[in-house]
C-alpha cells in the first residue's frame, strides 16, 4: 500500500475514468486521504493480514495510492512492471518497492514493459486485467489504458489466455479499467453483468467463470457506480476475506451478501476522499503472490 501525504484528483486521468468526482470539494482531501489509507492498513493488519507499506511525500504523483496498476506479483517468482497512459502516473514507479520484494520474497524474473509507453501501448496491471490465477484468464475491457498488444504479449509471458470484452455504463461511457466491473475470488466472482452490453459475450464471460467451479454474483449498475466491484479476497488471520469499502459494502442487498459470505467474510473500509479519484479498495492493494524468502 501506498500513503500518500498529498493526495488529490487526477486531472489527466479525468478525461475516461467517469468514477472520478469531478467538479467536487477537495478542501482538506489529502490529509482525509492519508488518514483513509492509515486506517485501512490498521485494519487489515488486525484481521492478520500482512501490509508492506511505503510513503509518498512528492506532490507530482496524485494517484500513487492505486499501485496495482503500475506492478504485478505472480507465484513463478515473476513481477511485471506496467507501462501508464497518464504521463503523471509513469512517475508512480518506484524502485524501492521492488528492492523490498527482492528482499523479502523469492524473486526470479522481472520484466519491464514500460518501454511501450513510447508507442503508445498501455496496459495498467491489475486495473485493465483480472487475472483468474487459477484457470490462467486475463479478463480484460476494452480501454485507452487496456492495449491488445500489451495484453498479448503479458499474457504470452505470464501463461493467461486473453479474454477481451466490452464494457460501458448505462450514459454508455467505456469503463476504464476491468477491476471496476468485476472481482474474481477463490470460489466467487462479482461481475457488474449489465454493464457488458453484448448479451453473447457476457454469456460466454458468466459461462467461463461458472465452468471454473466459481458462483458468480451479479452486479448491478449503480452497485458498480459504488465500487461494489473493486474488492480484493485476502488470507486473514481466521480464513479468507473480502476488502471492499464501505461505499460498496452498503450497495450490497441481503441476497448478494448472503451468498458473498458463504465464502469469505466482508471487510468494509472507509476510504470516500480516495474514491472521488475514481478508485477504491482493490486499486490501494497490489497484491503480493510471491513466496517469502526463508528466515
Known amino acids: 500500500m501506498i500513503r500518500p501525504h498529498n493526495f488529490t484528483v487526477n486531472s489527466q486521468t479525468a478525461d475516461d475514468n467517469s468514477f472520478q468526482a469531478a467538479g467536487n470539494d477537495l478542501s482538506g482531501i489529502a490529509e482525509k486521504a492519508f488518514a483513509e489509507i492509515t486506517n485501512a492498513a490498521k485494519t487489515l493488519r488486525h484481521h492478520g493480514v500482512i501490509v508492506h507499506m511505503f510513503e509518498d511525500e512528492g506532490t507530482t504523483t496524485p494517484d500513487s495510492v492505486f499501485p496495482n496498476n503500475w506492478f504485478s506479483t505472480h507465484a513463478g517468482g515473476q513481477i511485471a512492471i506496467y ?21 523479502e520474497y523469492r524473486v526470479q524474473q522481472i520484466v519491464d514493459y514500460s518501454g511501450l509507453e513510447h508507442d503508445g501501448l498501455f496496459l495498467e496491471g491489475t486495473g485493465a486485467m483480472v487475472l483468474d490465477h487459477i484457470e490462467r484468464v486475463a479478463y480484460a475491457v476494452r480501454s485507452d489504458r487496456t492495449n491488445p498488444v500489451a495484453l498479448e504479449r503479458f499474457a504470452t509471458q505470464f501463461g493467461f489466455e486473453p479474454m477481451v470484452f466490452d464494457a460501458c455504463d448505462a450514459k454508455g461511457v467505456a469503463v476504464y ?11 466467487f ?11 453473447t459475450r ?5 459461462v467461463r467463470l461458472q465452468a471454473s467451479g466459481r458462483e458468480v454474483i451479479e452486479l448491478r449498475d449503480d452497485q458498480i457506480e459504488s465500487f461494489a466491484g473493486n474488492a480484493l479476497e485476502l488470507d486473514g488471520r481466521n480464513g479468507p476475506i473480502l476488502a471492499m469499502s464501505s461505499t460498496a459494502s452498503a450497495s450490497l442487498d441481503q441476497a448478494q451478501r448472503k451468498a458473498i459470505e458463504a465464502y469469505v467474510r466482508i471487510l468494509p473500509l472507509n476510504i470516500p476522499s480516495i474514491e472521488m479519484a475514481g478508485g477504491s479498495v482493490r486499486c ?12
Open 83 to 103: 507501462p501508464m497512459r497518464a504521463s503523471n502516473r509513469r512517475q508512480e514507479r518506484r524502485f524501492d518497492i521492488i528492492e523490498m520484494l527482492k528482499s
Open 189 to 199: 466472482a462479482l461481475v457488474g453483468t449489465e454493464m457488458i452490453r453484448n448479451i
Open 284 to 295: 490501494t492493494l497490489a497484491g503480493i503472490h510471491l513466496f517469502p524468502r526463508k528466515s
Open 177 to 187: 479499467h476491468t477491476n471496476v466491473v468485476m472481482c474474481i475470488g477463490t470460489r
Open 202 to 206: 457476457r454469456r460466454e464471460i458468466l
